[in-house]
């Protein structure tokens, strides 16, 4: 499966964005879907991961109450809905696809990864 992230741009702190996640294959579908995102100077970091059926969805301490994310199996879509945009959002997310239907925070358990997309937070 190949995955390419969308959506990001410059936004001024408390907006919102919503990021894509667009996945070429027949077995979108089956997979696990999680974003994660890598702030300036830092080790990237999960972010929020939803299972194959979309009923399970996951998110970090710091996004939770901020984020959702969500996905069209039917179109072979991922989303990431960002409300209430902080600086300390600012990163490249990126979205990324696991072998399981099952979801995890993990990155080590995600093979299949989409570029970037730069989110800035500032005024």
């Known amino acids: 499966v190949q995955l390419q992230a969308s959506g990001g741009g410059l936004v001024q702190p408390g907006g919102s964005l919503r990021l894509s996640c667009t996945a070429s294959?027949?077995?979108?579908?089956?997979?696990?879907l999680g974003w994660f995102r890598q702030p300036p100077g830092k080790k990237r970091e999960f972010v929020a991961a939803v299972s194959s059926g979309g009923g399970s969805t996951y998110y970090a301490i710091t996004v939770e109450g901020r984020f959702t994310i969500s996905r069209d199996n039917v179109r072979n879509m991922g989303y990431l809905q960002t409300d209430s945009l902080k600086p300390e959002d600012t990163a490249v997310y990126y979205c990324?696809?696991?072998?399981?239907?099952?979801?995890?925070?993990?990155?080590?358990?995600?093979?299949?990864w989409g570029q970037g997309t730069q989110v800035t937070v500032s005024s």
């Open positions: 990324a696809a696991r072998s399981l239907g099952t979801s995890s925070t993990r990155e080590v358990d995600y093979p299949y």
């Open positions: 294959g027949r077995t979108f579908s089956t997979r696990a």
